[in-house]
C-alpha cells in the first residue's frame, strides 16, 4: 500500500471507452488511472490513515483458487464479517459495460456500512477525502492488501492502467450495495455527521501526540 495527496491535474473526461485491448489507448494526461501522485506529497503515513477511519493490512494471497487464510478469517471473525463475494474489475469481464462501471465506481460517493476490499490480483486506487481542506488522498492496494474504509467517509475508486483488478468484498450482513453520491442529502446523513464527528477529533488527537513528540 503508498498512499499520497493527489495531484491538481483536472480529471479527463468522459473515461475511455471500452476498446479490445490491443486498440486500447494508452492513458493520457488527466485519466484517473494514471498514478496522480502530487509533486510535493510526501508518503502519508499509517497513523493519519488511521486517523482518518482506515484500518489496512497485508495479508499475503494463499491462492487464486483459495483466496482464504487463517489470518483473514480471524480478522472477518473479529469484525463480524459473515459474508464474502469477489468481484473481477476489467474490461475482460465486464465487456462494455467496463467504462461505465469504471465512471460510477469513481463517482464520489459514501456508503452506509464499511467497505471492504482484499486484493486478490491486479492493483487500484482508492481515494478518500481529507479531514479539513478536503484535499483527495489516494490510497494505491496491490495483491494482498485489505483495506477499510469506514461508513461516511466520501471516497471513489478506479484501476490503474493495467484495466485489471480482482478484490474480496466483505460484509457483515447479507451482501448489499449502496452507493449514495455527495450533495446536500448526504451531509445531513446521520453516517456522514458521526464520522466527521469521530474523524476531527482524531486529526486532532495526532496532530496534538506529533506535537508532544516533536
Not at 495483491?143 to 490503474?160: E, Q
Not at 446536500?184 to 506529533?210: D, K
Request: proline share 9%; net charge negative; with cysteine.
Amino acid at each position: 500500500m503508498k498512499a499520497y495527496y493527489y495531484d491538481d491535474v483536472p480529471v479527463r473526461a468522459p473515461l475511455p471507452a471500452f476498446l479490445p485491448p490491443l486498440t486500447r489507448p494508452a492513458p493520457q494526461q488527466g485519466d484517473p488511472r494514471l498514478p496522480h501522485h502530487a509533486a510535493s506529497s510526501p508518503p502519508i503515513p499509517p497513523t493519519h490513515l488511521s486517523a482518518l477511519g482506515l484500518i489496512h493490512t497485508h495479508i499475503p494471497v494463499p491462492s487464486a483458487s483459495t483466496p482464504s487464510s487463517p489470518a483473514l478469517d480471524a480478522l472477518a471473525t473479529a469484525r463480524g464479517y459473515q459474508h464474502r463475494d469477489t468481484i473481477t474489475v476489467s474490461p475482460t469481464s465486464m465487456g462494455a459495460v467496463y467504462s461505465t462501471k469504471i465512471a460510477t465506481f469513481f463517482a464520489e460517493h459514501m456508503h452506509e456500512d464499511e467497505e471492504i476490499r482484499y486484493i486478490l490480483d491486479g492493483a487500484g486506487y482508492f481515494d478518500v477525502r481529507e479531514v479539513g481542506d478536503e484535499r483527495w488522498i489516494r490510497v494505491r492496494l496491490e495483491k494482498g492488501d485489505l483495506l477499510v474504509l469506514p461508513a461516511g467517509i466520501y471516497h471513489r475508486f478506479t484501476t490503474d492502467e493495467g484495466d485489471f483488478v480482482c478484490a474480496m468484498r466483505l460484509f457483515r450482513e447479507a451482501p448489499r450495495w449502496e452507493a449514495l453520491g455527495r450533495g446536500g442529502e448526504t451531509e445531513g446523513n446521520r453516517w456522514r455527521r458521526g464520522y466527521v464527528q469521530g474523524r476531527e477529533r482524531a486529526v486532532r488527537a495526532e496532530g496534538e501526540a506529533v506535537g508532544v513528540g516533536a
